[in-house]
Protein backbone atom coordinates (compact mmCIF):
# COMPACT_ATOMS: atom_id res chain seq x y z
CA UNK A 1 0.00 0.00 0.00
CA UNK A 2 1.13 3.63 -0.95
CA UNK A 3 1.32 5.86 2.34
CA UNK A 4 -2.00 7.96 0.73
CA UNK A 5 -3.49 4.54 0.67
CA UNK A 6 -2.31 3.59 4.08
CA UNK A 7 -4.14 7.21 5.10
CA UNK A 8 -7.52 6.48 3.55
CA UNK A 9 -7.89 3.50 4.91
CA UNK A 10 -7.51 5.22 7.97
CA UNK A 11 -10.34 7.32 7.38
CA UNK A 12 -12.22 5.07 6.20
CA UNK A 13 -12.48 3.55 9.36
CA UNK A 14 -12.62 5.98 11.70
CA UNK A 15 -14.36 9.16 10.35
CA UNK A 16 -18.00 10.09 9.44
CA UNK A 17 -18.84 9.21 5.72
CA UNK A 18 -20.66 11.85 5.21
CA UNK A 19 -18.75 13.68 2.48
CA UNK A 20 -17.43 11.63 -1.04
CA UNK A 21 -13.62 12.32 -1.09
CA UNK A 22 -11.22 11.65 -3.92
CA UNK A 23 -8.47 9.45 -3.04
CA UNK A 24 -5.46 12.23 -2.73
CA UNK A 25 -4.25 13.11 0.71
CA UNK A 26 -2.54 16.26 0.30
CA UNK A 27 0.17 16.44 2.92
CA UNK A 28 1.47 20.33 1.68
CA UNK A 29 0.86 23.27 -0.43
CA UNK A 30 2.68 25.99 -2.16
CA UNK A 31 1.07 28.86 -4.04
CA UNK A 32 -0.70 26.87 -6.84
CA UNK A 33 0.26 23.53 -6.09
CA UNK A 34 0.28 21.02 -3.97
CA UNK A 35 1.92 17.51 -2.93
CA UNK A 36 0.24 14.23 -1.77
CA UNK A 37 1.01 12.05 1.17
CA UNK A 38 3.48 10.17 -1.67
CA UNK A 39 5.48 13.31 -3.22
CA UNK A 40 3.25 13.73 -6.33
CA UNK A 41 2.52 17.19 -7.20
CA UNK A 42 -0.90 18.74 -8.17
CA UNK A 43 -1.50 22.13 -9.88
CA UNK A 44 -4.68 22.88 -7.19
CA UNK A 45 -8.40 25.09 -9.25
CA UNK A 46 -10.54 23.65 -6.23
CA UNK A 47 -8.51 25.84 -3.84
CA UNK A 48 -10.01 24.41 -0.76
CA UNK A 49 -13.25 25.51 -2.55
CA UNK A 50 -12.26 29.35 -3.29
CA UNK A 51 -10.69 30.21 0.29
CA UNK A 52 -7.12 29.60 -0.81
CA UNK A 53 -7.28 32.84 -2.48
CA UNK A 54 -3.58 34.12 -2.13
CA UNK A 55 -2.54 30.40 -2.67
CA UNK A 56 -1.02 27.91 0.18
CA UNK A 57 0.57 29.13 2.59
CA UNK A 58 1.20 32.37 1.28
CA UNK A 59 3.87 34.53 3.41
CA UNK A 60 1.81 37.21 4.48
CA UNK A 61 -0.86 34.67 6.07
CA UNK A 62 1.82 32.69 7.75
CA UNK A 63 3.36 35.79 9.43
CA UNK A 64 0.26 36.65 10.56
CA UNK A 65 -0.77 33.55 11.98
CA UNK A 66 2.85 32.45 13.62
CA UNK A 67 2.88 36.13 15.19
CA UNK A 68 -0.94 35.81 16.40
CA UNK A 69 -0.10 32.73 17.43
CA UNK A 70 2.50 33.82 19.85
CA UNK A 71 0.84 36.68 21.16
CA UNK A 72 -3.12 35.90 21.90
CA UNK A 73 -5.57 33.75 20.40
CA UNK A 74 -8.99 33.49 22.23
CA UNK A 75 -10.52 35.93 24.74
CA UNK A 76 -13.98 35.61 24.31
CA UNK A 77 -16.36 38.42 22.80
CA UNK A 78 -16.38 39.45 26.33
CA UNK A 79 -13.85 42.15 25.96
CA UNK A 80 -12.26 43.99 22.66
CA UNK A 81 -9.39 42.33 20.53
CA UNK A 82 -7.36 44.33 18.35
CA UNK A 83 -7.07 42.00 15.43
CA UNK A 84 -11.03 42.19 15.11
CA UNK A 85 -11.58 45.66 14.96
CA UNK A 86 -9.10 46.46 12.29
CA UNK A 87 -10.53 43.41 10.08
CA UNK A 88 -14.06 45.18 10.88
CA UNK A 89 -12.66 48.61 9.74
CA UNK A 90 -10.71 47.18 6.72
CA UNK A 91 -13.82 45.55 5.41
CA UNK A 92 -16.41 48.35 6.38
CA UNK A 93 -14.20 51.02 4.58
CA UNK A 94 -13.95 48.79 1.56
CA UNK A 95 -17.32 47.92 1.50
CA UNK A 96 -20.66 49.75 0.88
CA UNK A 97 -21.40 48.49 4.50
CA UNK A 98 -21.69 50.11 7.68
CA UNK A 99 -21.07 46.88 10.44
CA UNK A 100 -19.83 43.69 10.33
CA UNK A 101 -20.12 40.66 12.67
CA UNK A 102 -17.99 37.39 12.61
CA UNK A 103 -18.85 34.10 13.10
CA UNK A 104 -16.69 30.94 11.99
CA UNK A 105 -18.23 29.83 8.45
CA UNK A 106 -20.24 30.55 5.75
CA UNK A 107 -23.28 28.92 7.48
CA UNK A 108 -23.06 30.44 10.54
CA UNK A 109 -22.83 34.22 8.54
CA UNK A 110 -25.96 33.02 6.45
CA UNK A 111 -27.74 32.15 10.07
CA UNK A 112 -26.90 35.82 11.44
CA UNK A 113 -27.94 37.36 7.90
CA UNK A 114 -31.28 35.47 8.35
CA UNK A 115 -32.11 35.83 12.18
CA UNK A 116 -31.02 39.81 11.27
CA UNK A 117 -34.52 39.12 8.40
CA UNK A 118 -36.24 38.13 11.33
CA UNK A 119 -36.09 40.74 13.27
CA UNK A 120 -36.21 43.47 10.62
CA UNK A 121 -39.55 42.03 9.63
CA UNK A 122 -40.63 42.32 13.11
CA UNK A 123 -39.43 46.06 14.09
CA UNK A 124 -40.03 47.14 10.44
CA UNK A 125 -43.08 45.16 8.41
CA UNK A 126 -45.36 44.24 10.96
CA UNK A 127 -43.54 40.72 11.67
CA UNK A 128 -42.56 39.75 8.59
CA UNK A 129 -40.84 36.43 8.35
CA UNK A 130 -40.37 35.22 4.87
CA UNK A 131 -37.21 34.56 3.05
CA UNK A 132 -37.22 34.60 -0.28
CA UNK A 133 -34.81 32.39 -2.32
CA UNK A 134 -33.77 30.95 -5.62
CA UNK A 135 -34.21 27.43 -6.68
CA UNK A 136 -30.46 25.79 -7.04
CA UNK A 137 -29.09 27.79 -4.48
CA UNK A 138 -26.55 27.00 -2.51
CA UNK A 139 -26.55 28.81 1.35
CA UNK A 140 -24.78 25.99 3.85
CA UNK A 141 -25.62 23.12 5.99
CA UNK A 142 -27.15 23.91 9.01
CA UNK A 143 -30.99 23.88 9.33
CA UNK A 144 -32.32 27.35 8.96
CA UNK A 145 -29.83 27.09 5.38
CA UNK A 146 -30.93 23.61 4.55
CA UNK A 147 -33.98 25.22 4.33
CA UNK A 148 -33.42 28.25 2.48
CA UNK A 149 -31.22 26.20 0.06
CA UNK A 150 -33.16 25.82 -2.80
CA UNK A 151 -31.93 22.07 -4.26
CA UNK A 152 -34.45 19.16 -2.31
CA UNK A 153 -31.75 17.07 -2.26
CA UNK A 154 -29.98 18.85 0.67
CA UNK A 155 -33.73 18.76 2.06
CA UNK A 156 -35.38 15.82 1.98
CA UNK A 157 -33.46 13.54 4.85
CA UNK A 158 -34.10 16.49 7.04
CA UNK A 159 -37.91 17.35 6.99
CA UNK A 160 -39.58 19.16 8.52
CA UNK A 161 -38.04 22.31 7.34
CA UNK A 162 -37.80 25.61 9.13
CA UNK A 163 -40.69 27.67 7.75
CA UNK A 164 -40.23 31.11 6.47
CA UNK A 165 -38.15 30.44 3.07
CA UNK A 166 -40.28 30.60 -0.32
CA UNK A 167 -38.15 29.55 -3.71
CA UNK A 168 -37.82 31.29 -7.27
CA UNK A 169 -36.41 30.47 -10.02
CA UNK A 170 -33.27 32.28 -10.18
CA UNK A 171 -32.47 35.00 -12.72
CA UNK A 172 -36.41 35.77 -13.03
CA UNK A 173 -37.31 38.92 -11.41
CA UNK A 174 -40.90 38.48 -12.03
CA UNK A 175 -40.88 35.32 -9.98
CA UNK A 176 -39.81 37.43 -6.86
CA UNK A 177 -42.55 39.75 -7.71
CA UNK A 178 -45.02 37.38 -8.00
CA UNK A 179 -43.38 35.82 -4.36
CA UNK A 180 -43.75 38.80 -2.56
CA UNK A 181 -46.37 38.98 0.35
CA UNK A 182 -46.99 41.28 3.66
CA UNK A 183 -44.95 37.91 4.79
CA UNK A 184 -41.88 39.02 2.71
CA UNK A 185 -38.75 40.09 4.59
CA UNK A 186 -36.17 39.65 2.54
CA UNK A 187 -34.80 38.21 -0.53
CA UNK A 188 -31.23 36.50 -0.18
CA UNK A 189 -29.35 35.68 -3.29
CA UNK A 190 -25.80 34.46 -4.67
CA UNK A 191 -24.40 37.10 -7.24
CA UNK A 192 -23.11 33.75 -9.62
CA UNK A 193 -25.03 30.39 -8.15
CA UNK A 194 -21.39 28.80 -7.37
CA UNK A 195 -22.34 25.25 -6.23
CA UNK A 196 -25.68 25.17 -8.22
CA UNK A 197 -22.53 24.92 -11.29
CA UNK A 198 -21.74 28.62 -11.76
CA UNK A 199 -25.06 29.90 -12.73
CA UNK A 200 -23.95 33.82 -14.14
CA UNK A 201 -27.45 35.70 -14.14
CA UNK A 202 -28.33 38.50 -16.66
CA UNK A 203 -26.47 41.64 -16.54
CA UNK A 204 -29.21 43.71 -15.06
CA UNK A 205 -31.07 40.90 -12.97
CA UNK A 206 -29.69 42.08 -9.20
CA UNK A 207 -30.43 45.53 -10.28
CA UNK A 208 -34.12 44.93 -10.96
CA UNK A 209 -34.06 42.97 -7.87
CA UNK A 210 -32.72 45.82 -6.05
CA UNK A 211 -35.31 48.12 -7.44
CA UNK A 212 -38.38 45.51 -6.51
CA UNK A 213 -36.50 45.48 -2.66
CA UNK A 214 -36.60 49.07 -2.68
CA UNK A 215 -39.88 49.71 -3.63
CA UNK A 216 -41.62 47.26 -1.04
CA UNK A 217 -39.18 47.85 1.75
CA UNK A 218 -37.62 44.06 1.51
CA UNK A 219 -33.84 43.31 2.46
CA UNK A 220 -31.62 42.65 -0.46
CA UNK A 221 -29.43 39.89 0.68
CA UNK A 222 -26.60 38.47 -1.00
CA UNK A 223 -24.83 35.39 -0.45
CA UNK A 224 -21.58 35.94 -1.22
CA UNK A 225 -19.95 33.77 0.84
CA UNK A 226 -18.28 32.22 -2.64
CA UNK A 227 -18.12 35.26 -4.95
CA UNK A 228 -17.11 37.47 -2.31
CA UNK A 229 -13.15 38.58 -1.56
CA UNK A 230 -12.71 39.39 -5.23
CA UNK A 231 -13.63 35.92 -7.07
CA UNK A 232 -15.62 37.66 -9.59
CA UNK A 233 -13.14 40.24 -10.02
CA UNK A 234 -14.46 42.81 -7.91
CA UNK A 235 -13.42 42.92 -4.41
CA UNK A 236 -17.52 42.14 -3.84
CA UNK A 237 -19.42 40.52 -6.42
CA UNK A 238 -22.10 43.15 -6.21
CA UNK A 239 -19.49 45.59 -7.54
CA UNK A 240 -19.48 43.22 -11.30
CA UNK A 241 -23.32 44.00 -10.92
CA UNK A 242 -23.82 47.78 -10.00
CA UNK A 243 -26.11 47.50 -6.91
CA UNK A 244 -25.37 47.58 -3.00
CA UNK A 245 -27.25 44.81 -0.94
CA UNK A 246 -28.74 45.76 2.09
CA UNK A 247 -27.17 42.63 3.94
CA UNK A 248 -23.92 40.67 2.58
CA UNK A 249 -22.32 37.02 3.90
CA UNK A 250 -18.95 36.37 3.45
CA UNK A 251 -16.85 33.42 4.60
CA UNK A 252 -14.99 31.27 2.03
CA UNK A 253 -12.06 33.54 0.95
CA UNK A 254 -12.03 35.85 3.86
CA UNK A 255 -9.92 33.65 6.02
CA UNK A 256 -6.95 32.45 3.34
CA UNK A 257 -7.42 29.37 4.96
CA UNK A 258 -8.29 29.92 8.52
CA UNK A 259 -12.17 29.87 9.08
CA UNK A 260 -13.94 32.68 9.25
CA UNK A 261 -17.34 34.06 8.66
CA UNK A 262 -19.22 37.33 8.21
CA UNK A 263 -22.17 39.23 8.02
CA UNK A 264 -22.01 42.57 6.86
CA UNK A 265 -25.01 45.29 7.07
CA UNK A 266 -25.69 48.80 6.45
CA UNK A 267 -26.50 50.84 9.07
CA UNK A 268 -30.49 50.89 8.05
CA UNK A 269 -30.85 47.32 7.91
CA UNK A 270 -29.04 46.16 11.24
CA UNK A 271 -31.96 45.05 13.23
CA UNK A 272 -29.81 43.14 15.64
CA UNK A 273 -29.09 44.40 19.51
CA UNK A 274 -27.58 43.96 22.60
CA UNK A 275 -28.51 40.30 23.41
CA UNK A 276 -29.15 39.20 19.77
CA UNK A 277 -26.51 37.30 18.36
CA UNK A 278 -22.82 36.34 19.50
CA UNK A 279 -20.48 33.80 19.28
CA UNK A 280 -17.51 32.39 21.20
CA UNK A 281 -14.80 31.79 18.81
CA UNK A 282 -16.27 34.37 16.55
CA UNK A 283 -14.24 36.57 15.38
CA UNK A 284 -10.97 35.65 17.68
CA UNK A 285 -7.78 36.72 16.89
CA UNK A 286 -6.18 34.29 15.20
CA UNK A 287 -8.90 33.83 12.42
CA UNK A 288 -9.28 38.33 12.24
CA UNK A 289 -5.53 38.50 12.31
CA UNK A 290 -5.48 36.26 9.16
CA UNK A 291 -8.11 37.77 7.54
CA UNK A 292 -6.66 41.09 8.03
CA UNK A 293 -3.15 40.43 6.98
CA UNK A 294 -4.78 39.05 3.82
CA UNK A 295 -7.03 40.92 2.88
CA UNK A 296 -4.99 44.26 3.43
CA UNK A 297 -2.78 42.63 0.69
CA UNK A 298 -5.14 41.35 -1.43
CA UNK A 299 -6.39 44.91 -1.32
CA UNK A 300 -3.33 46.68 -1.90
CA UNK A 301 -2.24 44.32 -4.48
CA UNK A 302 -4.96 44.62 -6.73
CA UNK A 303 -5.75 40.79 -6.87
CA UNK A 304 -9.24 41.07 -7.33
CA UNK A 305 -8.05 42.68 -11.11
CA UNK A 306 -6.01 40.22 -11.50
CA UNK A 307 -8.44 37.48 -11.05
CA UNK A 308 -10.40 39.47 -13.67
CA UNK A 309 -7.48 38.80 -16.15
CA UNK A 310 -6.69 35.07 -15.45
CA UNK A 311 -10.52 34.50 -15.50
CA UNK A 312 -10.17 35.88 -19.39
CA UNK A 313 -7.27 33.88 -20.00
CA UNK A 314 -8.69 30.93 -18.14
CA UNK A 315 -12.30 31.15 -20.12
CA UNK A 316 -10.12 31.37 -23.30
CA UNK A 317 -8.40 28.46 -22.84
CA UNK A 318 -11.10 26.56 -21.78
CA UNK A 319 -13.22 27.41 -24.79
CA UNK A 320 -9.87 25.79 -26.60
CA UNK A 321 -10.73 22.43 -25.34
CA UNK A 322 -14.13 22.46 -25.78
CA UNK A 323 -13.34 23.19 -29.78
CA UNK A 324 -10.76 20.24 -29.04
CA UNK A 325 -13.17 17.35 -27.62
CA UNK A 326 -16.72 17.33 -28.57
CA UNK A 327 -18.47 15.95 -25.57
CA UNK A 328 -17.20 18.63 -23.78
CA UNK A 329 -20.73 20.78 -24.79
CA UNK A 330 -20.35 23.79 -21.94
CA UNK A 331 -18.01 26.70 -21.02
CA UNK A 332 -19.26 29.01 -18.35
CA UNK A 333 -17.56 31.53 -15.91
CA UNK A 334 -16.81 34.85 -13.96
CA UNK A 335 -13.61 36.43 -12.69
CA UNK A 336 -11.79 32.75 -11.14
CA UNK A 337 -15.07 31.24 -11.01
CA UNK A 338 -15.66 28.61 -14.24
CA UNK A 339 -17.26 25.14 -14.92
CA UNK A 340 -17.57 23.43 -18.01
CA UNK A 341 -20.17 20.85 -19.24
CA UNK A 342 -20.24 17.47 -20.51
CA UNK A 343 -22.40 15.85 -22.59
CA UNK A 344 -23.48 12.97 -20.54
CA UNK A 345 -22.49 12.19 -16.67
CA UNK A 346 -18.64 11.59 -17.11
CA UNK A 347 -17.23 13.75 -14.19
CA UNK A 348 -16.38 10.88 -12.01
CA UNK A 349 -14.50 9.37 -15.31
CA UNK A 350 -12.94 13.03 -15.63
CA UNK A 351 -11.78 13.52 -11.79
CA UNK A 352 -10.21 10.30 -12.07
CA UNK A 353 -7.69 10.53 -14.62
CA UNK A 354 -7.44 14.90 -14.10
CA UNK A 355 -5.90 13.53 -10.99
CA UNK A 356 -3.58 11.07 -12.24
CA UNK A 357 -2.52 14.22 -14.65
CA UNK A 358 -1.23 16.15 -11.54
CA UNK A 359 -4.72 18.53 -11.46
CA UNK A 360 -7.19 18.89 -8.97
CA UNK A 361 -10.97 20.06 -9.49
CA UNK A 362 -14.37 20.31 -8.30
CA UNK A 363 -17.09 17.97 -9.49
CA UNK A 364 -19.96 20.07 -9.18
CA UNK A 365 -22.74 18.24 -10.96
CA UNK A 366 -22.66 14.99 -12.47
CA UNK A 367 -22.23 16.36 -15.76
CA UNK A 368 -20.23 19.61 -14.91
CA UNK A 369 -16.48 20.55 -13.13
CA UNK A 370 -16.01 24.00 -11.46
CA UNK A 371 -12.76 25.56 -11.54
CA UNK A 372 -11.56 28.21 -8.75
CA UNK A 373 -8.00 27.97 -8.25
CA UNK A 374 -5.89 30.67 -5.98
CA UNK A 375 -6.72 34.23 -7.43
CA UNK A 376 -2.80 34.62 -7.37
CA UNK A 377 -2.45 31.94 -10.18
CA UNK A 378 -0.60 32.71 -13.17
CA UNK A 379 -1.11 32.85 -16.94
CA UNK A 380 1.62 29.87 -16.97
CA UNK A 381 -0.05 28.11 -14.48
CA UNK A 382 -3.68 27.79 -15.97
CA UNK A 383 -1.43 26.92 -18.70
CA UNK A 384 0.24 24.10 -17.22
CA UNK A 385 -2.89 22.36 -15.43
CA UNK A 386 -5.24 23.12 -18.87
CA UNK A 387 -2.42 20.98 -20.07
CA UNK A 388 -2.95 18.37 -17.89
CA UNK A 389 -6.56 18.69 -18.19
CA UNK A 390 -6.45 18.19 -21.70
CA UNK A 391 -4.44 14.67 -20.83
CA UNK A 392 -7.01 13.89 -18.78
CA UNK A 393 -10.07 14.44 -21.49
CA UNK A 394 -7.99 12.52 -23.70
CA UNK A 395 -8.65 9.33 -22.28
CA UNK A 396 -12.12 9.91 -22.08
C1 LIG B 1 -19.82 27.29 0.77
C2 LIG B 1 -21.01 28.16 0.78
C3 LIG B 1 -21.78 28.33 1.94
C4 LIG B 1 -21.53 27.55 3.20
O1 LIG B 1 -20.29 27.85 3.77
P1 LIG B 1 -19.69 26.87 4.90
O2 LIG B 1 -18.44 27.59 5.34
O3 LIG B 1 -19.42 25.56 4.25
O4 LIG B 1 -20.69 26.77 5.98
C5 LIG B 1 -22.83 29.22 1.90
N1 LIG B 1 -23.11 29.92 0.79
C6 LIG B 1 -22.40 29.78 -0.34
C7 LIG B 1 -22.75 30.60 -1.53
C8 LIG B 1 -21.33 28.89 -0.39
O5 LIG B 1 -20.64 28.74 -1.52
Redesign the pocket.
Known amino acids: MSKSEEWIALEQKYYAQTVRRQPVVIVRGQGSRVWDADGKEYLDFVAG?AVDNLGHSHPVVTQAIVEQAATLLQTSNQFYTVPQIMLAQLLIENSCMDRVFFGN????A?EGALKLARRYGKLHRNGAFEVITAFNS????TLA?VAATGQPHYQEGFVPLLPGFVHVEFNDVEAIMNATTDKTAAVLL?PVQ??GGVVIPDEDYLKRVRAWCDQQGLLLML?E??TGMGRLGSLFGYQEYGVEPDVMTL??GLGYGVPI?AFLSKQASMALTFGDHGSTFGGNALTTAAAYAGTKFLIENNIPDHARQMGEHLLMRLNELKSRFSFLTGVRGKGLLAAIEFESNITPQVLTHANQAGILLNGVRPNAIRFMPPLTITAAEIDEGLGRLAQALGKI
Open positions: WSGAENFHGRNEGEDVQAKG
